[in-house]
């Protein structure tokens, strides 16, 4: 079974400040994803990373920046975090850019 | 617009009562997946399904790429199947798109 944490689960942050949210994965896998889901809605894609010290722009990046620094890790960083940005935040990978993605438990984040 | 349109947006069964949930996409696509989030709220992929029918015990999949649809059939359903069911279709670009869901509470 396909791996996939996050860290931290949940956070509070206050508007302005800077947040760092980690999604490690071992599953050998070259794609990452970060997804942001505002409640009674699906997931939308933020950034992702098909190879280490490489990050694309997903759907919806404004706001946001990604790191990935090795394979098995995936960063995405909000330098000045602002209200609209409270949601829960999905990372994922994948083998290849068609296959399965496979979910981490996501992080709650409130900005106050 | 919407690319992704789930139907029902939710649906209350009695235990046992079968299910037809349903995902329409506005744009041609490789292929979709089904996800099911529980209340908790991690996501569970339940088919990657490029086209075709796929059944997993009560689950079965059925996908016509040609008509940008694909439909997940739950079969006796049971009290531990409520929860939100995703839909999402995947470019040859290799991003997902999502569906807003189906919520699905099943009552004993």
């Known amino acids: 079974e396909a791996a996939v944490t996050q860290s931290p689960r949940s956070k509070v942050a206050v508007t302005g400040g800077k947040v760092t949210l980690s999604c490690h994965q071992t599953n050998n896998h070259d794609y990452m994803y970060w997804y942001r889901q505002d409640t009674g809605h699906g997931l939308r894609l933020i950034h992702y990373?098909?190879?280490?010290?490489?990050?694309e722009k997903g759907d919806i990046p404004d706001g946001y920046k990604a790191s990935r620094p090795s394979q098995e890790n995936f960063s995405l960083i909000l330098e000045l975090a602002s209200l609209s940005q409270t949601a829960v935040y999905f990372c994922?990978?994948?083998?290849?850019?068609?296959?399965?993605?496979?979910f981490g438990p996501g992080t709650r984040l409130l900005v106050l | 617009g919407q690319q992704v349109q789930q139907s029902p947006a939710s649906l209350v069964l009695q235990e046992g009562e079968n299910a037809e949930l349903q995902c329409n996409f506005s744009t041609s696509l490789n292929s979709m997946q089904w996800f099911y989030q529980r209340p908790g709220g991690s996501l569970v992929s339940l088919f990657y399904n490029p086209s075709g029918t796929k059944q997993s015990g009560r689950l079965t999949s059925t996908t016509v790429i040609k008509e940008r649809r694909s439909s997940l059939h739950i079969s006796s359903s049971q009290t531990t199947d409520s929860g939100t069911y995703l839909c999402a279709y995947n470019t040859n670009t290799g991003k997902l798109t999502f569906g807003d869901g189906t919520v699905l509470t099943v009552k004993p």
């Open positions: 994922a990978s994948s083998a290849g850019g068609e296959d399965t993605q496979y």
């Open positions: 990373s098909y190879v280490a010290d490489s990050t």
